[in-house]
Antibody, heavy 121, light 110 residues
Framework: QVQLQQSGPGLVKPSQTLSLTCAIS??????????WNWIRQSPSRGLEWLGR?????????DYAVSVKGRITIKPDTSKNQFSLQLNSVTPEDTAVYYC???????????WGQGTLVTVSS | QSVLTQPPSASGTPGQRVTISCSGS????????VNWYQQLPGTAPKFLIY???QRPSGVPDRFSGSKSGTSASLAISGLQPEDEADYFC???????????FGGGTKLTVL
């Protein structure tokens, strides 16, 4: 049974960088099958997929067009976790952020607990 | 504005059958499978249906899914009070090269 445990600050100032981490238990970030995703949810934007990282003999990333250029998702194999960095945040980036595992077309089968991140000075 | 279109609300009485629709396009539902999620207030979404109609272990068989062309549906039969939640559809979009979600349907059990 995979479990995802999120950590990171709940308050970020405008123009700064949002950083969150998702620790994995019950699976490996380096596994050749799943992908490791970040998704956010806000009243104005609903559920929004942000991007993913996955290993298929080498590391790959896919990012949503809406945040491309500001986002980095990185695996940390030594700690079996992955991270999200979102640069130059504005109040529009205020949302509940989730990490989630996906298996191809099977969708997001495991989710972190969610982290409310507020962008405010 | 979400890429996939769902009705904002649905309702039913205990024991009834309700259906929630999800409309997309050829670049998402028309090409790839649809997954459904249930979200109770204050919690993370829960995996409900995958590959259009498959149920993960532990999901009651009262929940079923189907897909036709560029649309999909979630059906809940024998409605129970604990089914009151938000329901979201999702699919991979080949044009956007990313996952897309519906705006969610709030189900009320009257």
């Amino acid at each position: 049974q995979v479990q995802l445990q999120q950590s990171g600050p709940g308050l970020v100032k405008p123009s700064q960088t949002l950083s969150l981490t998702c620790a994995i238990s019950g699976d490996s970030v380096s596994s050749n099958i799943p992908a490791w995703n970040w998704i956010r949810q806000s009243p104005s934007r609903g559920l929004e997929w942000l991007g993913r990282t996955y290993y298929r003999s080498e590391w790959y990333n896919d990012y949503a067009v809406s945040v491309k250029g500001r986002i980095t998702i990185k695996p940390d194999t030594s700690k079996n976790q992955f991270s999200l960095q979102l640069n130059s945040v504005t109040p529009e980036d205020t949302a509940v952020y989730y990490c989630a595992r996906s298996y191809g077309g099977n969708g997001f089968d495991s989710w972190g607990q969610g982290t409310l991140v507020t962008v405010s000075s | 504005q979400s890429v996939l279109t769902q009705p904002p609300s649905a309702s039913g009485t205990p024991g009834q059958r309700v259906t929630i629709s999800c409309s997309g396009s050829s670049s998402n539902i028309g090409t790839n499978t649809v997954n459904w999620y249930q979200q109770l207030p204050g919690t993370a979404p829960k995996f409900l249906i995958y590959r259009n109609s498959q149920r993960p272990s532990g999901v009651p068989d009262r929940f079923s899914g189907s897909k036709s062309g560029t649309s999909a549906s979630l059906a809940i039969s024998g409605l129970q009070p604990e089914d009151e939640a938000d329901y979201f559809c999702a699919a991979w979009d080949v044009s956007l090269n990313g996952a897309v979600f519906g705006g969610g349907t709030k189900l009320t059990v009257l």
